[in-house]
């Protein structure tokens, strides 16, 4: 017996777009925040008598447990071909050529799909993001700026426009030759964005270059 | 030994001391939108919009509480002590208030509400091909040689818990938090900070008061919408 199957498939990825039921993840320090809807329902108040630090537990267990997000991940769009030779056999594997079949060998073994058999589940971007991470955008004029994270060098902005950073605390330092260093601090929290647009001004001839 | 000791308590004092604590204050309390004026001791306040706090916090502590900056100026010739207990901020026209939450308390009420939060993706698909070779037709139950088919289908993941849900992720959200707000003690000199009020409210058109005590009197700054 003989079976030869051949696919294409053409993998449009759509990302980002969907609808929000809860609070959005992103955040950014600046002014660049993206857009977070909320959802928290009950007021979390106290009365004057019982205005006092116990009374934020009752508050925590007032909070709704869990809130989903729901979230389009992707379209796949795929055009396929199939050959097949041999004896007919209606509940084979790789015999069925027609018809609804979301498992089918061919498909998947040429064509991505997020939910086949051997494929984990990876939201788009995944790869990119880093497990318990947060990301550090970093625009910086001028563009070739030294840039230091707790004093250490990192390198050049312009090779570190995405940083993704372990959650924590950081002395961000920018610094470059006839400019004032820029100086922030800065906190990443595991799957956030955050934005740092860093000017450095010119100079004056009093100032006194320092490396951090 | 003993030396070794020194330089690592001095390092410490020193490390400890050189991280900023609170906000920068304003010139002039009377530069608050909201200032009042106790034997001397001035007392400024301003309340950050939910857009403010998004900016100024990478915490989202829009899920758990309101944030007044407080900025207070001693006399010249006295300190003041500090204290978050010294502040309540009400509700005008109901019984609600609430005074400050610690950033401990606040870090922890933030990650138990970013545990609970997931996303839910939907991964659509489709693919139309053609088969060619005999095969079986599922719809007639008799055999094809070939011809086109389609097909369809939905993959639906719910995702990871939501960003800053991890215990670092506390332990820095706790460190902003502790960072940015007031800080307490002795104060010789203006200071400034954020406090963190424990009321969460979606009505936009509500108005807060703050109360406080400066020198034992007790001081009420109407806070104006921000």
Partial sequence: MKAAAIGLGLVLTLT??????????????????????????????HTVQEANADTNSKKDSSQPEHRYRL?????????????????VFPYGYGYWPYGFYPYGGVFSSV?????????????????????????????????????????????TADHLKSMWLESGAYDLAVSAADRRT???????????????????????PGDKQEKP | MTRTIWLVLIAGCLTAWATPKGTVPRA???????????????????????????????????????????????????????????????????????KPSSAKLIAATLQKSSRGKRDISVYPSTEIGYG??????????????????TRTGVGVGIGSPGAGATDKDRSTMETELSEKGLPEGGAAAPVAGYVYFP???????????????????????ALPQP
């Fill in chain 1, 16 to 45: 980002g777009y969907g609808w929000t039921q809860a609070t959005s993840s992103d955040t950014s320090q600046t002014a660049t925040a993206s857009a977070q809807a909320d959802s928290s329902t009950d007021p979390q108040a």
């Fill in chain 1, 71 to 87: 979230r389009l991940g992707g379209l796949a769009v795929g055009a396929g071909y199939s050959y097949f030779s041999g004896p």
């Fill in chain 2, 199 to 221: 009321i969460h409210s979606t009505k936009k058109k509500v108005s807060y008061e703050l109360s406080c005590v400066l020198n034992g009197n007790k001081v009420v700054l």
């Fill in chain 1, 111 to 155: 064509f991505w799909e997020p939910f086949g058999a051997g494929f984990p589940f990876y939201p788009a971007g995944y790869f990119q993001r880093g497990e318990e991470k947060g990301e550090v955008r970093l625009t910086t004029d001028p563009k070739d700026a030294s840039v230091y994270l707790n004093g250490g060098y990192a390198g």
């Fill in chain 2, 132 to 149: 060619s070779g005999p095969a079986y037709d599922p719809n007639t139950g008799t055999q094809r040689a070939g011809g086109v088919y």
């Fill in chain 1, 182 to 204: 820029y100086e922030q601090r800065i906190y990443v929290l595991s799957g956030k964005s955050l934005k740092i647009t860093a000017k450095l001004e010119a100079s004056l």
């Fill in chain 2, 28 to 98: 002039v309390a009377t530069r608050y939108p909201a200032h009042a004026e106790q034997d001397g001791v001035g007392v400024g306040a301003k309340l950050l919009s939910r857009d403010e706090a998004r900016k100024a916090f990478v915490s989202d502590v829009n899920d758990c509480c309101l944030v007044v900056e407080i900025a207070l100026y001693p006399r010249k010739d006295k300190a003041m002590d500090v204290s978050l207990n010294d502040f309540i901020l009400r509700q005008i026209g109901s019984e609600t208030a609430a």
